[in-house]
């Protein structure tokens, strides 16, 4: 694996999507056990719970306890960034932990606001597919042109909220107290430089189908093939899929931390 080398400081005009995937690569793989463990170790109490208790009673215990414990590996890693940006401190694992545990409070904050404006997000979401799904069987054409309309819709609202929304993290992060005024740096910030969160945010989501994809079609040949069961090509897909998905959170929040960084305004310098 290559060394991954600090990059220098870029500013808005040299701002770069395919700069901060391939920064953010360098960092999550460099760095793993101080960045990705932490992830996973606060997601495998969650799915130690799903396995020993199946069903909703199970599902619900899950998102608590993950709930509590994932803000920990977030708020650790976002910090970890921070500092490894602008101080040059190396992160390691017991680095992340304590900086997750002070920012822990501000983490489950973050969440609860961003979770408030998802709310009215999903019901908006809702109000727009609703219509075509109710006159979709007594009205066969004008229903599915409203159902398609609601659709796309809906996928440009989600995609515009998650560009808008996705600097809110960083920014409680950086020091802030306040959720409602981090997520509000945070949308604003994202607001002014919608021609670099956007393809960003599209970029990632783009790569994360793609590797879901690769999973699903590396089981779906497996058993096409019949080199194993379907119950067997599942089982063995979860691990991969586990990993990709704790890997995956842990990149997100690395490139979105990145672009925070490189997007935020520089300070402004004391005259006297």
């Not at 920014?171 to 949308?187: L, N, Q």
């Amino acid at each position: 694996m290559r060394e991954y080398v600090e990059p220098t400081p870029v500013d808005l005009q040299a701002f770069s999507t395919g700069r901060i995937l391939k920064e953010s690569w360098e960092i999550c793989t460099k760095y793993f056990g101080a960045l990705v463990m932490p992830m996973l170790l606060m997601l495998v109490p969650g799915v130690l719970i799903v396995m020993f208790i199946p069903g909703k009673p199970g599902e619900s215990l899950d998102n608590l306890v993950s709930g509590i414990l994932l803000p920990i590996a977030v708020m650790g890693l976002n910090r970890s960034i921070l500092m490894l940006k602008s101080e040059g401190l190396t992160p390691t694992l017991g680095q992340t932990f304590s900086e997750g545990s002070d920012y822990w409070w501000r983490g489950i904050k973050i969440n609860i606001v961003t979770g408030l404006y998802g709310f009215v997000l999903g019901i908006s979401i809702v109000l727009m597919i609703l219509p075509g799904a109710l006159v979709v069987d007594t009205e066969a054409l004008w229903g599915g042109i409203l159902l398609t309309a609601g659709i796309v819709g809906s996928i440009w609202t989600l995609v515009w909220f998650c560009a808008h929304a996705c600097l809110a993290m960083p920014a409680m992060a950086d020091g802030r107290t306040s959720a409602f005024k981090s997520f509000e740096a945070g949308w604003e910030l994202a607001k002014r430089n919608q021609s670099s969160t956007r393809p960003l945010f599209l970029a990632i989501a783009g790569i994360s189908i793609g590797v879901l994809l690769i999973l699903i079609g590396t089981a779906g040949l497996a058993i096409g093939l019949e080199i194993c069961t379907e119950e067997v090509a599942i089982g063995l897909m979860m691990i991969p899929l586990f990993l990709s998905y704790t890997f995956g959170i842990a990149y997100f929040y690395i490139a979105v931390n990145l672009a925070y960084q490189a997007l935020k305004p520089a300070p402004k310098e004391e005259t006297h």
